[in-house]
């Protein structure tokens, strides 16, 4: 085993708290993150399958009593964390975020299962893994799209896991600031702020943070009233594959998945319609503000993830996808590189991200096999040369953010020894 593969390894382990992992160990998150702990989970994987297991049943600890699992776990109440668990105060169980993130658990899952040997005792707690995973992704379509569209919205950018993106940047041009707005940050005195996001940005995050707890955090209601909704093309391609891969598994353990098959059809169907074959772009739509949202980001291209049966679309998003970065010595960047929102350092608007690079890598390696194996060898690249950080500069490969980066371990484990 390489020196890089057993670092990893260790980085893993010393973010490890009791059952669940940090997303790094410095001050920046101290608390467990809901698709962190998916990318975690799989880097344990490789080494440690009961530490995986105890990853996902830590964090459906926290699940809450209509399904939802929440973005953030506060398993250490004693953090200056802003928004700590005073800010949101909810939780079932653990206190808690009242909002969620990618559910990429699900296809994680299906992946660690599939790479590995489960003992009689595990299959066991895998069968109640499973069984609430269905009501994870119920609870989506029953609260998230109650019109039964065919497309799953986020009502705060921070659901999405890549929060200050210029995809929300109209929608959030619209949020109107609280008055007297009073919080605290921690992250600007633990990372160079000029990778972070701006005070304008908080400023509005806290806002519709507030409105969704003074409606406590009512889901049947926030998706008509929230400040913020948003039917984003990387978030539903995320959750149309979690919805394929759960009818696999829920196959699998011999529970019911009728009516999740029929949806995800629909979602299939309705996700492709947002391809705009005259701009060769998929844009996100702002169902609050009634406007289609154009950005080239990077998650975008997450569309290949979900697995959409139409051969000639996905070769089109490959093509569109080897235009992105093309002749740059780094990829991807979050937001490509001519858009006027790019910044090369400001954290989800240009930046690069080991799990976007590996969401596309496994989006493509089914498809094309040529182009895949380049986008993981210059993933595992920049990972050799600057180590597990946060984020990278897609110019000169500088590593930013966060050092000791859980997920960004875990995923150059996941690319290194998957052989699949
Ligand atoms: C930031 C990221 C989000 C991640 C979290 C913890 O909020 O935007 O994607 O889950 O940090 O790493």
């Avoid at 949020?175 to 007297?180: F, H, I, P, R």
């Avoid at 993830?305 to 000639?312: E, F, G, R, S, V």
Wanted: aromatic share 14%.
């Amino acid at each position: 085993m390489t020196k890089l593969l057993k670092n990893a390894q260790k980085t893993l382990l010393n973010n490890r708290r009791s059952g669940y992992t940090l997303p790094t160990n410095n001050k920046l998150y101290p608390a467990q993150w809901n698709w962190d702990s998916a990318f975690i989970a799989l880097g344990y994987s490789h080494f440690n399958l009961n530490f995986a297991l105890e990853e996902i049943n830590t964090l459906l600890k926290g699940q809450w009593k209509d399904g939802m699992i929440p973005h953030i776990l506060f398993h250490d109440k004693n953090t200056k964390y802003f928004p700590n668990h005073t800010v949101w105060n909810c939780g079932n169980k653990i206190a808690s975020s009242g909002i969620t993130q990618p559910p990429i658990i699900v296809s994680v899952l299906r992946q660690i299962l599939e790479g590995n040997k489960i003992s009689k005792k595990q299959k066991g707690r895998v069968k109640e893994i499973v069984k609430k995973l269905k009501k994870y992704i119920e609870w989506f379509i029953k609260f998230r799209d109650p019109k039964k569209n065919g497309l799953i919205s986020i009502l705060h950018p921070w659901e999405s896991g890549y929060d200050n993106s210029s995809i929300w940047d109209d929608p959030m041009s619209k949020v109107k600031v609280e008055k007297n707005l009073k919080y605290k940050r921690g992250d600007i005195k633990v990372v160079n702020p000029e990778q972070r996001p701006l005070k304008t940005d908080y400023d509005r995050y806290v806002t519709i943070k507030n409105h969704l707890k003074a409606n406590k955090y009512n889901p049947t209601k926030l998706y008509k009233i929230s400040k913020f909704n948003v039917i984003d093309i990387g978030f539903n391609s995320i959750f149309l594959r979690a919805l394929k891969d759960l009818i696999i598994l829920l196959k699998r353990y011999n529970i019911s998945y009728s009516n999740l098959k029929k949806f995800s059809k629909k979602s299939e169907k309705q996700l492709t319609k947002l391809y705009d074959s005259k701009k060769d772009i998929f844009y996100a739509y702002d169902v609050k503000n009634k406007k289609k949202i154009i950005v080239p980001s990077i998650t975008n291209f997450f569309i290949l993830y979900a697995d959409i049966k139409n051969n000639l679309l996905n070769k089109k998003i490959i093509k569109s996808l080897k235009k992105y970065n093309k002749g740059k010595k780094y990829i991807f960047s979050s937001i490509k590189p001519d858009h006027k929102s790019f910044e090369e350092k400001r954290y989800w608007r240009g930046p690069i991200w080991i799990n976007c690079n590996w969401i596309i890598y496994q989006g493509l390696k089914n498809k094309d096999k040529i182009f895949s194996s380049y986008v993981k060898k210059k993933t595992i690249g920049l990972v050799n040369k600057k180590g597990f950080h946060e984020y990278y500069s897609c110019k000169s490969g500088n590593a930013m953010g966060a050092y000791n980066f859980s997920w960004s371990a875990a995923l150059y484990l996941d690319l290194v020894l998957n052989k699949n």
